[in-house]
Every structure is written in C-alpha cells, then in structure tokens.
C-alpha cells in the first residue's frame, strides 16, 4: 500500500502523462495530511500538497493559498483511497476536516477517485 507521499507523487506523475482528467473542473486544493496516527494535522510538520485543477493542472508539495483546504491522518487517506472509507462518512465523523468554498468541497470526490486510480497505476507497474 502507497504511503501518502507515493499517492500524491503518483498523482503528479498521472498529472503530468494525463492531464486530460484534471481539466473537467477548476480550483486549487490543499491537503494537509499527517502520517502518523498520533500527529495532528495542524502541527507545523504535516505534509502539504496542493492540488490545481483546471487548464493548467499540476500537483506539487507544499502550501499555496487554496480554495479548499483538507486535513487528515495518512491511514485515513490511504483507507479513502483503497475504498475501504467513503469519504463522506469520514467527513461527517470528523476524520476529514474541510474547508473552503461549498463549490469546491462538493468536487472533492474527483480528486481522491484520481487518487485511488493513481495509486493503482503504480500498484500495476504502469506509472
């Protein structure tokens, strides 16, 4: 299983061979994501990816000022994106914290399924 590091270098690398997927939608997306289960997210040391959706699209790490922010523990990202969590469910029990225009939070779901399809490119050997 990717740690969260591989999932958002895989999506960067998805990013960069098929930006067609990320063109559908518009917005800059931050996630902020802790990869120990006993680290807060609002520490000073999570990792940060941002997101660009849209023409120009691009994944990188580290902070831009964003139009959604997200914030998670690494297992609950990796659990989103095997599947085994619908990321609604964990938002509504707060293991997913999110922030930002209702526009963009509601468009949230196409960026963890590039995620999860990401993730099982480079599962496959195909990334």
Known sequence: MDSAEQSF???????E?????????VGVYLFRVAESATASVDSKLPLS?????????????????????????ANILREIID???NPQLAFLDGRLK?????????????IFE???????QRAEGMM
């Open 9 to 15: 270098v895989s999506l960067a690398q998805l990013c």
């Open 17 to 25: 061979a098929a930006p067609r997927y990320f063109q559908p939608l």
């Open 49 to 73: 990816w941002c997101v660009r959706l849209g023409a120009e699209p691009a994944v990188w790490r580290g902070q831009v000022e964003a139009d959604c922010q997200v914030q998670l523990q």
């Open 83 to 85: 599947g085994s969590l």
């Open 98 to 110: 999110v922030s930002g225009d209702r526009y963009y939070v509601l468009r949230l779901q196409l």
């Open 114 to 120: 590039l995620l999860a399809y990401a993730s099982k």
